[in-house]
């Protein structure tokens, strides 16, 4: 139970890597907010970790928006107590080939993986700082931050964009009692690469998809959320309390650096 008592807040906590993480630091001890735009989602997944014996509550939370990442960690923060862990998860990716790329494509992907980082680590800093207390922020950055992808360009460009946020929110908080850190995971079976993998086809990329990737995995097989938990639990847990600035690749030897 490394984290008894604590409050850890995952934003895209309705699916895919999000909810793995909810359910294990639920299991952990946490008391979990799941926040998504998607509140139904969100809560579904509340509701299954309450009736496993653990400690949830769902909240709607637009993450690209600062009124409304206020407004749920003011709701947090009144109702339930200070958030210790602050988890910037969310994120979409909406291939394009790179010659086709629209403004609109590149400026959602980017305000939707990376703006949100910003604004999260930022709402999040502040109510640490003003109550004297220390906190913990983990984002989720991705292999595709390293190396860019041609399909994934925006995606690719916003996920090197949280690469460097850590480095900086590390650096900017370190004096405040605040650790700033993120895990990049690589191919991993979840309902958005599923989703990519359709939209690859319609481009007519669909060498470019799920499978394909896989193939370059030296563990021999793609990541299930479950694999990302134990990475997310130890950099939310007292265990990580000397390391900052740090991003920890969970991607089965896809990329050596």
Known sequence: MRLQDKVVLITGGASGIGRAIAEGVAAEGAHTIVADLNFEGARIVADSISDAGGAARAIEMDVTRRRSVAAGLDEVWDDIGPV??????AG??????????????????????????????????????RDKRRGKVINTASIAGR???????PYSAAKAA????????ARALAADGITVNAFAPGVVATPL???LDKDLAAIGEEDSGFA??????????????SDIVPTAVFLASADSDYITGQVVPI?????LT
Do not use: C, H
């Open 147 to 153: 190396s860019g992808f041609p399909s994934f360009a």
């Open 162 to 169: 949280v690469i460097s946020l850590t480095q900086a929110g």
């Open 84 to 89: 210790d862990v602050y988890l910037n998860n």
């Open 251 to 255: 991607e089965g030897g896809m990329i």
């Open 92 to 129: 979409i990716n909406r291939p394009m080939k790179f010659l086709d790329i629209t403004e609109d494509n590149f400026e959602r992907i980017i305000s939707v993986n990376a703006l949100s980082v910003l604004i999260g680590t930022q709402e999040f800093a502040k109510r640490v700082i």
């Open 193 to 195: 690469w599923e989703q």
């Open 212 to 225: 394909a990737m896989a193939d370059g995995i030296l563990l021999d097989r793609p990541a299930q959320p």
